[in-house]
């Protein structure tokens, strides 16, 4: 009884992490690839914050640009105002 209320403590304990990392979900494989996930993390973001930084300068400067390649200036905006921890939605038409 008391070894089943620890079990599930645990299991809640670990799916608070993992709805915030996915790499830390208890099925997402060996601790090499969660541990490889953490570390990447960073420059994970540091990517998606450049992005965004260059997507607002494309929109000041040149929006024909972002029509031209499928991509409406609105849609830009609104991923240009995202966290940077926020993962990129921008999808081209």
């Keep these: 009884m008391q070894s089943q209320a620890l079990r599930t403590s645990a299991q809640a304990a670990v799916s608070g992490p993992a709805a915030v990392i996915p790499a830390?979900?208890?099925t997402s494989g060996s601790n090499g690839l969660r541990i490889r996930a953490?570390?990447?993390?960073?420059a994970t973001w540091w990517q998606?914050?450049?992005f965004r930084t260059e997507l607002r300068a494309d929109l000041r400067e040149n929006p024909e640009l972002l029509r031209d390649i499928g991509i409406g200036v609105h849609e830009a905006q609104a991923e240009a105002?995202?966290?940077?921890?926020?993962?990129v939605n921008l999808q081209r038409r």
């Design 24 to 26: 830390l979900g208890p």
């Design 38 to 42: 953490l570390l990447n993390l960073p």
């Design 48 to 50: 998606r914050s450049r």
């Design 81 to 87: 105002s995202r966290f940077f921890w926020e993962a």
